[in-house]
C-alpha cells in the first residue's frame, strides 16, 4: 500500500490499513471492523454466537488471529503492542 485511503492511516511513519474482517472460529461469523491504533485489542465478542475471542499462542491481539488484516502495529514491521 502506498496511499492513503478511508480505512487507512499513518502509524510510525508508514501507512497502515485499518479495516480488518474478523471471523469467528467457532461459528463463522464475519464482520469487518476498524482497529485502533491507540490500544491493543485483547478480546472480541463475536455478535452472532456471543463468544469471547482472544488471540493464539504467538499472536498478539484478535485481529493477528481472526483478521483478514494484522494489527498497526505488526504492519508497521514493530512489535505488536
Known amino acids: 500500500m502506498n496511499k492513503i485511503t478511508d480505512t487507512s492511516t499513518i502509524y510510525e511513519g508508514k501507512i497502515v490499513e485499518l479495516a480488518s ?23 472480541y465478542e463475536c455478535e452472532n454466537c456471543k463468544t469471547r475471542l482472544k488471540p493464539n499462542a504467538g499472536d ?17 514491521g514493530e512489535s505488536c503492542c
Open 21 to 43: 474482517t474478523i471471523t469467528c472460529p467457532h461459528c463463522g461469523h464475519k464482520k469487518l471492523e476498524m482497529m485502533p491504533t491507540n490500544a491493543c485489542q485483547f478480546f
Open 60 to 76: 498478539c491481539c484478535v485481529y493477528c488471529s481472526f483478521g483478514t488484516v494484522k494489527c498497526p502495529p505488526i504492519q508497521a
